[in-house]
């Protein structure tokens, strides 16, 4: 969509000035100026916010017992309790089919995620009131006020410095700074329930080791949803970034279905116990626990696999010439396609380009080519026997 113009300047000859009138271009110092002081101010912000993040960090530490990831051990137990989610970061950033993101910007948006949940403790423990509301005070705590403050700061990490970067180049980078995002956020999460689970028990040593080991058998499945969600919200901000004129509305969707899915895994681990009791189910806690976090991260890890694969497919159909199209989809035959193109081979062609129906279509391809260049050249003998008859 062309940018809107003023009608003065729709009327004017390309050789009227009308600089200052209807249209603007830096000329003079003052003009000049303006443009610096917009410029810095924009990057004054953002170190701004920064600082900020890193003095909540830093009273954090002070305060809440953070300081004791410091001990080997119980860094130990950080570090264990996020391998999961970072698996699953390592296998989005695989996943991306185009260009490899560089180290610094992938290493900035963890940090920015580290940093900015600052933020989201703030906020969520100035909201915290609304868990008053009888009955349904706290399902409301994580549907208003957790989930979409969690997945807004996520989205500023990456916002802030990976989208700016001309390196962020694809619609699936989005989903990739996404989940560095969510591992940021999910690995000092995780530090501040394991350290504050330490500090609330009375004696020290091994039962404090052994208050950290079950915290972070705990966290250990939960990490994954953070980056489950961001890579969501991600994605959309790499699609915002490439359809600006629908910017808005694309990156408010992709926020809003992070937050729903973060918000329903909130509500539903809260009050699954109550839920197995009315259905007539018996289980121990711990087995419902992990069978629940399996389920619901596992359907939504696989729609956003869907979603990652349907990109490598139509980044690939691209390449190859091909025009994109989907409707293998609607015949029901788009999972096993998608698995294809997600399993390379050495040489970098996928195993959909090397099984029997690509070659196929190959071979249909070069049969109509042929077909098409014998009806020329008899087309060409028939206008030369013409001539000759003359």
């Known amino acids: 969509m062309d940018a809107p113009r003023d009608p003065v300047e729709e009327g004017a000859t390309d050789s009227a000035d009308l600089y200052d009138i209807a249209t603007w271009e830096s000329r003079s110092w003052l003009d000049r100026l303006s443009d610096g ?18 003095a909540i960090l830093a009273v954090q530490f002070a305060l809440t017992g953070l300081a004791a990831v410091g001990d080997p051990i119980i860094g130990a137990f950080v570090l264990m309790s996020v391998v999961p989610a970072f698996g699953l970061a390592a296998y989005i950033w695989y996943a991306d089919v185009t260009t490899s993101e560089p180290l610094t910007l992938l290493v900035g948006t963890f940090l ?38 969690e997945e807004v700061v996520k989205w500023l990490a990456i916002r802030l410095y990976a989208f700016r970067s001309d390196r962020f180049d694809a619609v699936i980078d989005g989903a990739v700074y996404g989940a560095m995002a969510g591992l940021g956020f999910a690995t ?54 490439f359809n600006r004129e629908n910017a808005g509305p694309i990156v408010v969707k992709g926020l809003l279905i992070a937050a729903f899915i973060h918000a329903t895994y ?10 197995l009791q009315f259905l007539g189910v ?107 008859s003359e």
Do not use: C
């Not at 002081?37 to 890193?54: D, E, K, M, P």
């Not at 580290?114 to 349904?136: E, K, Q, R, W, Y």
């Not at 004696?203 to 969600?229: D, E, K, N, S």
């Not at 990109?311 to 199209?325: I, L, P």
């Open 37 to 54: 002081v917009y410029r810095w101010s924009r990057r004054l912000g953002r170190i701004v916010v920064v600082l900020l993040a890193l």
């Open 266 to 275: 909130n509500s539903l681990v809260t009050y699954l116990g109550d839920i």
């Open 188 to 241: 000092i999460e995780n530090a501040i329930y394991i350290t504050r689970g330490i500090a609330e028990v009375g004696t020290i040593g091994q039962q404090q080791i052994a208050t950290a080991g079950q915290t972070a058998a705990v966290r250990l499945l939960a990490g994954p949803g953070h980056v489950i969600y961001s890579a969501f919200a991600g994605y959309y901000l790499g699609l915002a970034k």
């Open 282 to 388: 018996a289980l121990a806690p711990g087995v419902a626990f992990l069978g629940f976090v399996v389920i619901y991260d596992g359907v939504f890890g696989y729609l956003l696999y869907r979603k990652i694969a349907r990109y490598r497919s139509a980044y690939r159909q691209t390449n190859m010439g091909q025009s994109v199209s989907f409707e293998e989809a609607e015949r029901g035959d788009a999972v096993g396609r998608d698995r294809a193109d997600f399993e390379e081979s050495a040489d970098g062609r996928g195993d959909y380009e090397e099984s029997e129906s690509f070659a196929a279509t190959e071979r249909g391809e070069r049969q109509r080519t042929e077909t098409r260049q014998a009806e020329g050249q008899q087309a060409d003998a028939t206008r030369t026997d013409g001539d000759g």
């Open 112 to 149: 920015l995620g580290v940093l900015f949940a600052g933020f989201a403790a703030i906020i969520n423990t100035l909201a915290g009131a609304i868990t008053l509301v009888p009955v349904v005070g706290m399902v409301l705590f994580f549907y208003l006020v957790v989930a979409p403050v």
